[in-house]
């Protein structure tokens, strides 16, 4: 395996494991405040994306390229509103879908296909986790002064399975 793909594939990982803690941090101050339900979404999001940075260090493991996450900055707790808790998590799920799409555009131009083919998949699944919390911000959007619309919707976020 080319090094430079794995170095990519490195900084791919940490960028996962910066995204997990983020999603940790925002799911904390959600409980903090009382939103249950936006609080174990967040969760849920955290374990998706510790997976992703999971998988990606076992496939370099298959492919005897082992190698370890470059270390990443800790999230900085802090309260924001549901809002901006979403929209940050927005902001994040674009970052790792455009490393992400770097990431495939660097394996093809090395013809190294089978990173490639496992990063499709990354991406795909990014239109999904982007679709997804935009979908929050509209509810969030339209709920923006009705209580009960707020409360259905941390309601409906608790619903969530893994």
């Known amino acids: 395996m ?16 910066h995204s997990a803690f983020l999603y940790l941090a925002m799911s904390s101050d959600m ?6 339900g936006a609080s174990h979404w967040l969760r849920l999001q955290y374990e998706e994306e510790c997976r992703h940075a999971l998988k990606l260090m076992d496939f370099l493991e298959q492919r005897s390229a082992g190698a370890a ?14 809002e901006e808790t979403f929209r940050l998590a927005l902001q994040t799920e ?3 879908t455009a490393s992400i799409d770097a ?10 296909y089978a990173t490639q083919f496992l990063l499709l998949g ?9 679709n997804a919390v935009r979908e929050i911000l509209d509810s969030i959007s339209k709920a923006r002064d009705c209580p009960d619309a707020c409360l259905r919707l941390d309601h409906h976020l608790a ?3 893994p």
């Open 2 to 17: 080319n090094q430079t793909i794995i170095d990519a594939v490195c900084d791919q990982i940490g960028k996962e494991f």
């Open 31 to 36: 409980a903090s405040q009382g939103y249950r």
């Open 69 to 82: 996450p470059p270390p990443f900055e800790q999230p900085q707790s802090r309260s924001r509103s549901v």
């Open 94 to 96: 674009q970052e790792i």
């Open 103 to 112: 990431l495939i555009r660097l394996c093809g131009e090395a013809h190294d």
């Open 122 to 130: 990354y991406a795909a699944e990014q239109v999904e986790e982007e």
């Open 159 to 161: 619903r969530r399975v």
